[in-house]
């Protein structure tokens, strides 16, 4: 698998429902992005698979 995926959730700040381009090239990353919607610097947590791609999205203040 490789290329960019969209993903869909919910911002852990403002729960509004965001999408991110995921690079499936690396599988295994972590780093910040600001919410679109809230602006808040969210912590992303991306492990690539075979089959499917896990994003876990975490607030800085937790
Ligand atoms: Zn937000």
Do not use: H, K, W
Not at 44 to 52: A, F, H, L, P, S
Request: aromatic share 14%.
């Amino acid at each position: 698998m490789q290329g960019l995926e969209e993903f869909s959730d919910y911002c852990p700040y403002c729960g509004e429902n965001i999408t991110v381009e995921i690079d499936t090239s690396e599988y295994f990353q972590q780093y910040y992005q600001d919410c679109q919607v809230c602006c808040a610097a969210i912590f992303y947590t991306i492990t690539v698979g075979d089959e499917n791609i896990e994003v876990i999205l975490q607030r800085d203040d937790e």
